[in-house]
Structure formats: structure tokens, C-alpha cells
């Protein structure tokens, strides 16, 4: 036994010796950056192909591209789900990058740290992280947020406005890779400081917007974006990264060009690795005659083909999906219709094997200033009200503020001189309410009240009921038989929930509402089941 051991680490010694500094200190799920770097011109780098073919301790590979980082250096971004010794050989068409071994010790999950998002096998509507845990989404748009900070890598700005959205229980930014500026009209009077449209220094590519060179593509903004992903990787918020934009002014260059499939292919292979991402093709992907769904299916089949780490894709364009649901793990709607939580519903029933999320669901909580003179729900409280009808349909939803889902980005929101600010709290208090009732067990029903809605997994014996504001009374019946009740109620504009107490209960119960002129959220639970 002790030769064995002896010989074991010997032969581990002159592997890492036979390595030298490629032998790597790393965390499950969390990136890596393996770098080659050579001297002297490289002509035309970004065509360098190069990946790494990693084997994991049980045995398994893995085999992942990488990009041209600047500087003759390439990365392969690396992301172990697995905790053990992990080995790399690099492959790539110039040959002084070929061959690379790396060994990587890979140290179990920090605390906290739970891996990518993916669609949980219990309930293919619901979405989970890696380790199993809930992901009870709650998204917030900041299409601008890549350029807050540019040629900043203190991220100054970034930081204030991440901090605001992460204390308020936001757990997903949906955003840009790049927007250029806006084509309708907005308030004359808008400070300078918030307007982030139309900034020539800011560009995918090399040139600008204006005159752009598609022969390369602009490595520090790519630098750039990277910071901004880690830092909401630090707040435990999800990236959903909307590669493309057809209504925000972009000169992109032509579909399926060499430039065009080189600026997707680099934002695949640069950002596959994060588990913080979730892809989306392109924000209203159908609706602004530069693509066609032969388009959007020919990319989502190219992302596939890159992506190693399977990070779940959808495209924000209800039309698309609902044409080739097949093509998307996430249905992406924009229903502003009035009746939401039934339309919600019903897509829920239509699309049973794949989460559903209402990305624009009409309300745009107003701000100071006009930004978006189309929205149809401005009021914050209309905007809750909203979020928690799409919930209680058993879907997912999103919020926007207009003073900071586009241009206008208002980074410190709670400044004096923002007079109108956001509503934040309301959906801190939305999300602590979902984890509280376990909202990844619960499945909507209308047979166990006589108006409102219902969300219950009849398992556990607790329903919990969405009362509106134009209710005077809700009546809960048709539960399983017990001798009580446990009543509790929740606020959702405060937060509050009262102390909880039981009545009687045969077969109906009739509960008048807690909160006055505000819709009202009641938990309830069976108490002695019969």
C-alpha cells in the first residue's frame, strides 16, 4: 500500500512538474480562463481556430471552443461541474497553440455558488439551478447597461445601479450585447448624465456605428462587457443576453456575412462558459424586416453547435416561438392584454414541457422624464398587480422601469434629484413571497375558489389566493376535508404578512379582504386533515 502511494505521488509530481505553471487552481461552476498567448503577427486572429478538449475525473469530455482576446492571446473559457482533477489538451490551427496539456484541480462548489440555469425534471415549466435549487425568476430590462461604465473598469456607475436592483430581489437583467440609441421621440428636458444613446465611442466592431469596420471585432468592448458580467455574477443575477436588436439603430453588418457570423460565433464561444447566461437571438427578432425565422433557426442551430455547456436559449419574439417551440427551452411572450392572467394560462396549457416568461407585459413604470410614450400601464402598482397575475397563472414575468430599460439610464435611482423614482421594493417583497411559498411546487387552479386565483400543490395542504383590489370577498371551497383552516394574509405593496389564525371549516369559507383599495394575497393551509 505505501509503494502504491508512493508511486502515486511520484507520478503526480512529474506530471505537474512535466507541466510547469499549467497546472490550475479552479472551483466548480465557476470560469476559468486557460490562456495561450505566441509572439510576433498574426495575421487576421480572429480566424485563428483553436478549443480544448477537457476530461473530467468520472471520465467523461468535453470539448469547448475558444476567441482571440487581443494581444496575440486566445482564451478557452472552462466551467467544471464536476469536483475532482480535471485534464486539457488544446487543438488549434496554428501551431504554436497546439497540444497544450493543462491539469486543473477543480475544489467543491464555494457557498452560495449553484451552477447555471436549467429546466428542472420534475416540472419541465419550472426553472432550476444546477444543484437543484429553485430559480424563482424575477427579471428586470436594462438594455443600455453595457454602456454605463465603458472605458471605466472601476464600474462605477454599474455598481450603484446592480446594487439598487440586487437588494430588490431581481435576479435577472434581460440586456443588449450592444444597442445604439433610439428612433422615437422623448422628453426635451433630460439630464445628459442618464443619456446613453448614441455614444460613438462604443462599438462591437472596430470604427463606429456610423462608419463601422466589419473586418475585426473591438476586443475591449468585449473586455468591457466581460466586467459587467462578473459583476452580476458577484450579485447572483442572471445575464439574459439578447445577442442582436433590430429597433435601437445598430448598423449591423448583413445577415450571414463573414463579419456577421464572426461577431455571433465570438459572442457564443467568449460567454458560454458563464453560468450566469441564458441566450436569447435577438430582441424582437421578426418584427423589423432584417431577418426571417429561416434566420433565427439558422442561428439558435449555430449557437447549439457552440455552446458546450447547453445554457438555455429562447428568442424575444412571441411570433418565433410560437411557430417553432421546438427550437426554444423558453417561451418568450409580450402580452399586454388587459385579461393577462388568463392569456397567461392559456399559454401555460399550450406549452406544457417548457417555462414560459411574459417579457413586455405593457407595464412601464413611469419615471421623471417621457421615454416611452406606448405604455399602456405606468402606474408601479398597476405594474405589481401585473407581475403577480402572471405568477399566479404558474409563468414567469419581467419588470421595466423607463428610466432605465433603454437610453435613459437613471444608475442611482435613489438620488435626490430623481423626483419620481422606482417602485424596486414591490418586487423584493414579489420574490421573498414566491421563495416563501415555495412557488416551483405550486400549479394554478380554479377549483378551489369562487373568484380570484389559486395556486396550490393539494399535496402539502396549502393554497395560496390572489384577491383583487375590485373584489369585496373571496370564497374558498372545495378543499380537501379538515377540521381548520389556517389563515394568513399578505400585503404586496408593503410586505407585510399578519399573524396567522384558524377558523372552522366545512366546505365554504368566505374571506373579505385584509387590506383595503390594494389586491390582497391570502395563504391558507389545512389544519387536521380529515
Known amino acids: 500500500m505505501k509503494k502504491l502511494l508512493v508511486c502515486s505521488c511520484f507520478f503526480l509530481f512529474i506530471l505537474c512538474n512535466s507541466f510547469g505553471q499549467n497546472g490550475i487552481q479552479a472551483y466548480k461552476w465557476e470560469t476559468v480562463d486557460l490562456s495561450f498567448k505566441v509572439k510576433g503577427n498574426i495575421e487576421k486572429p480572429f480566424q485563428v481556430e483553436i478549443s ?16 482571440y482576446n487581443g494581444n496575440n492571446e486566445w482564451l478557452v473559457r472552462f466551467n467544471p ?34 451552477g447555471g440555469i436549467t429546466i428542472s425534471d420534475k416540472d419541465a415549466q419550472k426553472l432550476i439551478y444546477e444543484d437543484g435549487t429553485p430559480y424563482n425568476l424575477v427579471a428586470n430590462e436594462v438594455d443600455w447597461l453595457f454602456a454605463l461604465d465603458y ?13 439598487a436592483i440586487s437588494a430588490n430581489g431581481f435576479n435577472q437583467i434581460i440586456m443588449n450585447v450592444y444597442a445604439y440609441d433610439l428612433d422615437w421621440n422623448q422628453s426635451k428636458n433630460i439630464d445628459p448624465k442618464w443619456n446613453f444613446g448614441s455614444k460613438k465611442d462604443i462599438f462591437p466592431f472596430l470604427g463606429d456605428n456610423d462608419n463601422p469596420d466589419y473586418s475585426a471585432l473591438n476586443v475591449e468592448f468585449f473586455k468591457h462587457y466581460d466586467r459587467v458580467i462578473n459583476l452580476l455574477e458577484e ?3 442572471v445575464a439574459h443576453i439578447m445577442i442582436y436588436v433590430w429597433n435601437k439603430m445598430v448598423n449591423w453588418p448583413k445577415a450571414n456575412s463573414e463579419a456577421d457570423n464572426m461577431y455571433f460565433d465570438y459572442v457564443v464561444k467568449r460567454y458560454q462558459a458563464k453560468s450566469n447566461v441564458i441566450w436569447d437571438i435577438s430582441k424582437e427578432a421578426l418584427r423589423y424586416g432584417y431577418d426571417d425565422p429561416n434566420y433565427i433557426t439558422e442561428r439558435i442551430d449555430r449557437l447549439k453547435n457552440l455552446d458546450m455547456y447547453n445554457r438555455l436559449v429562447t428568442v424575444h419574439d412571441f411570433d418565433y416561438c410560437e411557430a417553432k417551440p421546438d427550437k426554444v427551452d423558453i417561451i418568450s411572450a409580450q402580452f399586454w392584454h388587459s385579461d393577462i392572467y388568463s392569456k397567461m394560462l392559456k399559454l401555460k396549457e399550450e406549452y406544457p414541457n417548457k417555462p414560459i416568461i411574459n417579457l413586455e407585459n405593457g407595464a412601464y413604470e413611469k419615471c421623471q422624464y417621457d421615454i416611452f410614450l406606448d405604455s399602456n400601464y405606468d402606474d408601479p402598482v398597476s405594474g405589481i398587480e401585473r407581475n403577480y397575475k402572471c405568477a399566479f397563472a404558474g409563468t414567469y414575468t419581467s419588470y421595466y422601469w423607463q428610466g432605465m430599460a433603454w437610453n435613459i439610464v437613471i444608475y442611482d435611482p435613489f438620488t435626490e434629484d430623481v423626483t419620481v423614482q422606482p417602485k424596486f421594493e414591490y418586487y423584493k417583497y414579489f420574490h421573498e413571497f414566491l421563495n416563501n411559498i415555495n412557488f416551483d411546487k405550486l400549479q394554478p387552479t380554479d377549483r378551489h375558489s369562487s373568484s380570484g386565483y389559486c395556486l396550490t400543490n393539494n399535496e402539502d395542504g396549502e393554497y395560496v389566493y390572489y384577491m383583487p383590489k375590485a373584489n ?6 372545495g378543499l380537501p376535508k379538515a377540521e381548520k383552516l389556517q389563515i394568513q394574509w399578505f400585503n404586496p405593496l408593503t410586505g407585510l404578512y ?3 389564525y384558524e377558523v372552522n371549516y366545512k366546505s365554504w369559507l368566505v374571506l373579505n379582504p385584509e387590506f383595503e383599495g390594494i389586491d390582497n394575497v391570502i395563504i391558507v393551509k389545512l389544519i387536521n386533515r380529515i
Open 151 to 163: 472605458g471605466n473598469p472601476d464600474l462605477t456607475k454599474t455598481k450603484k445601479l446592480i446594487e
Open 498 to 500: 399578519t399573524e396567522p
Open 472 to 477: 369585496s370577498a373571496l370564497a374558498v371551497k
Open 235 to 237: 450579485h447572483g443575477i
Open 52 to 67: 480544448c478538449k477537457f476530461k473530467a475525473p468520472n471520465g467523461s469530455q468535453i470539448t469547448v471552443p475558444g476567441f
Open 81 to 114: 461541474n464536476i469536483a475532482g482533477t480535471w485534464t486539457s489538451v488544446s487543438s488549434a490551427s496554428l501551431k504554436k497553440i497546439n497540444g497544450i496539456t493543462h491539469i486543473i484541480e477543480v475544489a467543491p462548489a464555494k457557498k452560495g455558488i449553484r
